[in-house]
Nanobody, 126 residues
Framework: QVQLVESGGGLVQAGGSLKLSCAAS????????MGWFRQAPGKEREAVAA????????VYADSVKGRFTISRDNAKNTVYLQMNSLKPEDTAVYYC???????????????????WGKGTQVTVSS
């Protein structure tokens, strides 16, 4: 069973930065797409970013392009989300996700991830 554990969330002022980590256990992640989603209060969960196996392709939501960077360290079985120039509208619970199908595309993965972490809260104050 794949387990995903997020960390790195917290409270930050607008314009600040945070780096989220997602540590996976139960299998090695190198062959699988990984990604981040978020859910703000009263809103539906939305995709933030995804990265294919071995980091060949990354995709981002328009709202975070140029500010967020997703990366992976397969040796550490960990995926990261570097968030810069944070805005109050980035406030949400951020979830790490993974796929059970290896070598899939980022777009296909974002439609229906198979595994989810429990989330980490990010709060951006104005």
């Amino acid at each position: 069973q794949v387990q995903l554990v997020e960390s790195g969330g917290g409270l930050v002022q607008a314009g600040g930065s945070l780096k989220l980590s997602c540590a996976a256990s139960g299998r090695t992640i190198s062959a699988y797409p990984m990604g981040w989603f978020r859910q703000a209060p009263g809103k539906e969960r939305e995709a933030v970013a995804a990265i294919t196996s071995y980091g060949g392709t990354t995709v981002y939501a328009d709202s975070v392009k140029g500010r967020f960077t997703i990366s992976r360290d397969n040796a550490k079985n960990t995926v990261y989300l570097q968030m810069n120039s944070l805005k109050p509208e980035d406030t949400a619970v951020y979830y790490c996700a993974s796929d059970k199908r290896p070598y899939g595309t980022a777009v296909a993965f974002l439609r229906s991830p198979d595994y989810w972490g429990k989330g980490t809260q990010v709060t951006v104050s104005s």
